[in-house]
């Protein structure tokens, strides 16, 4: 059980166009969701918070216009990476935590996002 | 008093041996404690979590020391494996749904076999 999946698992795009990247708990259902990003060699840095039905919350420098969250459904979380560009190159994992076990949050396998 | 500090950043350890990381926190409101392990190009995993009502959690092999009064709290891989070489992450949260995680820097770990 509680299983986070995400599609695609790889992406590479040109410079300039938008990437978008699907999370699902396949499992169960979830009203918050959580948008990672992860540099090479470092730590998980939370982007967002998606909660279903309203906006997402933002970290402080993530730019909401450039990263757009939606969180449609109880088991759906999408982040669109607008205007991509080669800085925007990394591991994007995203988590859910699931209604029963509040404390928990499952990962999903992460997005590798490659911008040429 | 958000960082979660975690050390050391790398270690090699010989099979069969002890591996031991080390966190550190400074907010006191945090109260759910769990460690990750991730394999390059995969998502983290749990290992195992504690609460700050007990001061050690046992899962097989893995085991989380913690220490509420030192604001810290350890993970101890016991008869460590080859297969256990990956990164190794601490996390802290304020516990309840929607609360998110605080994470370390993370320990490579590296098995040698």
């Known amino acids: 059980g509680a299983v986070v999946s995400q599609h695609p698992s790889w992406v590479i795009c040109k410079s300039g166009t938008s990437v978008k990247i699907e999370c699902r708990s396949l499992?169960?259902?979830?009203?918050?969701m959580f948008w990672y990003r992860q540099f090479p060699k470092q730590s998980l840095m939370l982007m967002a918070t998606?909660?279903?039905?309203?906006?997402?919350?933002?970290e402080q420098g993530v730019e909401k216009d450039k990263f757009l969250i939606n969180h449609a459904s109880l088991t759906l979380s999408t982040l669109t990476v607008t205007s991509a560009h080669p800085e925007d190159s990394s591991f994007y994992i995203c988590?859910?935590?699931?209604?029963?076990?509040?404390?928990?949050?499952?990962f999903g396998p992460g997005t590798r996002l490659t911008v040429l | 008093q958000q960082q979660v500090k975690q050390s050391p950043q790398s270690l090699i350890v010989q099979k069969g041996g002890i591996s031991i990381i080390n966190c550190a926190y400074e907010n006191t409101a945090f109260d759910y404690f769990p460690w990750y392990q991730q394999f390059p190009g995969k998502g983290p995993a749990l290992l195992i979590a504690?609460?700050?009502?007990?001061s050690e959690k046992k899962e097989g092999r893995f085991t989380i020391s913690f220490n509420k009064s030192a604001k810290q709290f350890s993970l101890h891989i016991m008869d460590s494996q080859p297969g256990d070489s990956a990164t190794y992450f601490c996390a802290a949260s304020k516990g309840g749904y929607g609360q998110n995680f605080v994470f370390g820097p993370g320990t490579r770990l590296s098995v040698l076999p």
């Open positions: 504690i609460r700050p009502d007990v």
């Open positions: 988590s859910a935590r699931d209604l029963g076990s509040p404390d928990e949050q499952f």
């Open positions: 998606s909660n279903e039905g309203s906006k997402a919350t933002y």
């Open positions: 499992d169960f259902q979830a009203t918050t």
